[in-house]
């Protein structure tokens, strides 16, 4: 019985070979018109703009979290847009971090957009453009693996509104879509590089263009995953092409072709991912430095697992409000799974899922079914972080592992091959044999129905469902996040009707075409509808506009606060309460300020650990602005920090007009627009001039020593090693010292002064060191030295003296030589293809 059910098994359809823009099969032809080389992109550019339909027209701003809330960005003229295009060396906020080795967001085409527009309405356009280049690169991906122009519309249709793809607007992740929208492309270059090899030289080419375009997308982690997957479906095409009986060094070309395009493709991006992976991996606050301060081996792994997926989270690629998350609409979090939050959903169809299934049988006599297969299971497996050994393994042995977080980014790696493979069954339906329809139509049966009665019994009974869930997955479940699940039941159960009535009536369309009672186009039609609507339900509530009428531009919030900070003398820092988000209002920004907190992944490592230091004070003051009572007065809390607030050059304080300090240390002197200033007087000033040291070596010790305020900063300087110059003691008199700023310019990188000292000083500089920072007095080299923990410090002789800072990061430069390289080689290529098509055919590989 089981060979002769063996026997009866559908076999896996015949998929088209021709090229992409051949017509093949009845689901080809759904009308005259669709069969046009020109309809898919026109219908998907349609969509997109259907969509956010919204946007361009009018002058409202798809609002994104990581965008920021600053409407009026880009008012500038276009001439300043362009001098932004050279990077800046150093930027001189959060201490100081290296600007220049920063990802290159500005070298990505639609920069070019945001030069005649603001930076807010030229993210709204590029939304548009990835989501139509999702959907096209789908479609054209799919025709080149085979699959009918009916069932590729469906494909591209399902890829473009995927939840997966299509939430992340609402967090203002546009790079992250960027790379999810360049994957197909991706697949559909190597496709035809691999099947072409050197003849096919013209999409080698546009390949590297495309992992460039990659680099500066600029998400370089999500690259990273887009590589590996690449790179694992080029050793699927090796191995398939080498049982095809391809000979070896066919097989060598191919192999060669595609680790010279990718190092190419990166070679060219290479100003924009070389300088930022180190810096990330070394001298950032992510750098895996195993110590007593820094975050070891263990707290890396923890912390990329952390922002993994998890069980329930897997449950909710069948119903989506399974597991919840942030309904940005109505403001209510129903996320109760084990990360700290929920702002995107991994959910892409229920119609993809049980296609997608549907295919899976089919894996034994289709190699490029059965590489889909395992590529869309085992990046789920690494996703599921902790759950599965493959993360593990993973971030032990992949190149740039350790530094990687936030691993369910990777989701569009098990969602990409799950919508090819829905895409294949759907050309079985449409465009199959009639001798496998039979078997076929039992099977998505048994799927459909299986998807459709889980749905509906989560939608009758969804308490009863997440209890059961939780007692076997998750047994110790916090009782508040028991709570937020069951208080989130009814509205997973109203979701969960929705996906089984979907479920439910794709089965009978696909039901109803395999037994001839429905056209192709009612069926296609009919699957779109469906599709759109299960996916745009969820879609939709990331959707947000803004209008920037409504909001005062950043630039005139708070004069008179603003004009009294620039009247100050010197350079300083504020420190903001309870926290640095509330400066992101248009009600209490200040503009030009430079606060000690904030947030951004190129922070250095030390000072970053320093802020560690801060940030209970910090939470202390969210629980009572939000008017829970609090143990300690501001005395005291600002007490405890206050050393540190001196070492970091924090002159004032500034919290939001709502929230007033009473703390005799701390006087106020400004609350006459929307942000009260407090005056800290024992701020040290920027530039300092001291005649003792002291020398620590133990990083631990040093912090414990400036946080307690064991030391008087003002008259002696921490080293971690011995001074290059003799300096006289703590008694020797400074009274002559001066320090004359001359220029600061860190967009060149360079800050001069002028120093007069009565004796041998060390010249100690409130910007973070790093080894990328040079030093000359009077023309000749000095050594910088690492001072107060996070700060520069140069030794300086008696007398009046010129010293010069100046940053040159030799990483750029040779990043720089790398780019010109790699463009000039794909240009003698790219020249050399056109040379020999104008004068003779191609040379068979």
């Known amino acids: 019985m089981g060979k002769q059910r063996r026997r009866n098994r559908a076999p896996a359809p015949e998929l088209a070979t021709g090229e992409p823009g051949t017509s093949v099969g009845r689901g080809a032809d759904i009308t005259s018109w669709v069969s046009r080389p020109w309809f898919a992109p026109v219908l998907f550019a349609l969509v997109a703009l259907v969509y956010f339909w919204e946007f361009p027209l009018s002058d409202q701003i798809i609002r994104g979290e990581d965008v920021g809330t600053d409407f009026h960005k880009g008012k500038a003229p276009v001439l300043e847009k362009l001098k932004d295009l050279v990077p800046s060396a150093w930027d001189p906020r959060m201490g100081g971090y290296p600007i220049s080795e920063e990802i290159r967001h500005k070298f990505f085409p639609t920069y070019l957009i945001e030069l005649f527009t603001t930076k807010q309405r030229a993210t709204g356009w590029r939304y548009l453009l990835v989501v139509f280049g999702a959907g096209w690169g789908m479609s054209l991906y799919l025709r080149q693996i085979g699959v009918g122009r009916a069932a590729s519309l469906w494909g591209g249709m399902a890829y473009l509104s995927a939840p997966m793809f299509l939430s992340f607007p609402f967090a203002g992740q546009y790079a992250k879509m960027t790379v999810i929208a360049l994957f197909p492309f991706l697949c559909l270059c190597l496709e035809r590089g691999m099947d072409g090899g050197r003849r096919a030289a013209s999409w080698w080419i546009l390949l590297a263009v495309l992992i460039a375009l990659g680099v500066f997308s600029p998400h370089l982690q999500m690259l990273q995953y887009a ?61 895996a430095i195993q110590d007593d301060l820094g975050r070891s081996e263990a707290q890396q792994l923890a912390h990329a ?23 940005p609409k109505s403001g209510q979090n129903h996320y109760w799974g084990r990360n700290p939050m929920k702002l995107n959903s991994e959910y892409f169809g229920i119609l993809a899922l049980i296609l997608g299934v549907v295919a899976v049988p089919w894996a034994r ?23 599965t050994p493959v993360h593990w393994l993973a971030y032990h042995l992949l190149p740039g592992g350790k530094v990687l977080r936030a691993i369910g980014q990777a989701a569009f790696l098990f969602a990409f091959p799950a919508i090819a493979l829905a895409a294949i069954a759907l050309h079985g339906v ?211 920090i206050q050393p540190l607030l001196n070492l970091v050059n924090a002159r004032y304080i500034v919290t939001p007009r709502p929230m007033e300090l009473t703390a ?123 001072a107060n923990y996070v700060w520069r410090a140069v030794p300086v002789p008696a007398g009046e003296h010129d010293v010069e800072f100046t940053y040159h990061s030799a990483l750029v430069a040779i990043a720089r030589v790398i780019s010109g390289g790699s463009l000039l080689i794909l240009l003698v290529w790219g020249g050399t293809i056109l040379w020999r098509r104008r004068s003779g055919p191609s040379p068979v590989s």
């Open 305 to 327: 697992r952390s922002w993994s997926l998890h069980p329930e989270e897997m449950a909710s690629l069948v119903v989506p409000e399974f597991a919840g998350f942030l309904d």
């Open 664 to 786: 005799d240390a701390f006087p106020e002197v400004s609350a006459s627009e929307g942000v009260r200033l407090y005056s800290n007087p024992g701020a040290l000033p920027w530039f300092q001039l001291l005649s003792h040291a002291v020398v620590m070596e133990e990083e631990g010790e040093i912090l414990q020593f400036l946080r307690d305020g064991r030391l008087d900063l003002r008259e002696v300087v921490v080293l971690e090693g011995p001074p290059q110059i003799s300096l006289p003691g703590p008694e020797a008199d400074r009274s002559g010292d001066s320090v004359t700023p001359v220029e600061y310019d860190y967009h060149d990188g360079v800050i001069r002064v002028k120093t007069q000292a009565t004796g041998a000083r060390m010249l100690v500089v409130s910007d973070n060191y790093h080894p990328n920072w040079e030093a000359t007095i009077d023309g000749d080299a000095v050594e910088i030295v690492r």
């Open 227 to 287: 590589l590996l997957g690449l790179g694992l479906y080029c050793l699927y095409k090796v191995v398939s092409q080498f049982r095809e009986g391809m000979p070896k060094p066919r097989l060598l070309e191919r192999i060669v072709l595609f680790s010279l395009v990718a190092t190419l493709g990166l070679g060219l991006g290479a100003e924009g991912v070389l300088p930022a992976f180190l810096h990330v991996k070394t001298q950032s606050k992510r750098a």
């Open 430 to 640: 449409l465009d199959g044999p009639e001798a496998q329809r039979r078997e076929l139509s039992r099977r998505v049966l048994r799927v459909g129905g299986f998807f459709t009665g889980l749905a509906l019994i989560a939608a009758l009974a969804p308490g009863v469902v997440l209890e059961a869930w939780t007692a076997v997955l998750w047994s110790d479940i916090p009782d508040a996040n028991r709570q937020a699940m069951l208080a989130g039941a009814g509205w997973a159960g109203r979701g969960a009707f929705l996906v089984a009535c979907v479920a439910g009536g794709g089965t009978a369309l696909l039901v109803l075409r395999l037994k001839n009672r429905l056209g192709v186009a009612p069926v296609v039609l009919g699957l779109i509808a469906l599709t759109l609507v299960d996916t745009w339900r969820i879609d939709r509530l990331f959707l947000r506009y803004e209008d920037p009428a409504r909001w005062t531009d950043f630039r005139h919030t708070n004069p008179s606060t603003v004009e009294f900070l620039r009247r100050q003398p010197g350079r300083f820092r504020l420190f903001p309460l309870p926290g640095y988000g509330f400066l992101s209002d248009p009600r209490f920004h200040l503009e030009g300020a430079d606060i000690v907190t904030a947030f951004n992944n190129y922070t250095l490592r030390r000072y970053d650990r320093l802020l560690q230091e801060l940030r209970p004070v910090e939470h202390i003051y969210t629980s009572k602005l939000r008017g829970q009572q609090v143990s300690w007065s501001d005395d005291q809390l600002l007490g405890a």
């Open 365 to 387: 006599r289709r190699p490029l079914i059965l590489f889909l297969v395992l590529f869309s299971v085992t990046a789920a497996a690494y996703t599921l972080g902790e759950h």
